[in-house]
Every structure is written in structure tokens, then in C-alpha cells.
């Protein structure tokens, strides 16, 4: 299964992928676009990503 990282960048707002995709995050929805997809903050993004694309999603975001 392929693997995708991703972190979030909170300085700018963003959500960065290994796939050189590059998500504006909404801080009024907390929500952002991926792949034509909406995800929220409040959820498990991880877990959300890997099931709706059949992917394994890993954030390495350092806290």
C-alpha cells in the first residue's frame, strides 16, 4: 500500500503532503480541500484520508 506523510504547517495555515500538494486550511470551518475532498480539524484527519482514498496517510507533524 502506498504511503503519503503530511503535516500541518499552523504558522501559514497550510496542510503539506509528500505528493507536492499544498491545502489552504479555513480557520472559520477548520476544515480544508484535499483531492477534491473536504476534511475537518476536529476529526481524525489521518484515519479520515486513509479511508476515503484507500491509502495509509501518516502526519508527522511535530507538535
Not at 473536504?38 to 484507500?54: A, G, I, P, Q, R
Request: aromatic share 22%; charged share 30%; hydrophobic share 35%.
Amino acid at each position: 500500500m502506498q504511503e503519503i506523510e503530511f503535516y500541518f504547517d499552523w504558522d501559514n495555515n497550510k496542510v503539506i503532503f509528500n505528493d507536492d500538494t499544498i491545502c489552504d486550511i479555513d480557520s472559520e470551518t477548520e476544515s480544508f480541500f484535499y483531492r477534491g475532498k473536504k476534511f475537518f480539524l476536529h476529526s481524525d484527519v489521518e484515519k479520515d484520508l486513509c479511508y476515503t482514498f484507500n491509502t495509509r496517510y501518516v502526519n508527522i507533524t511535530l507538535y
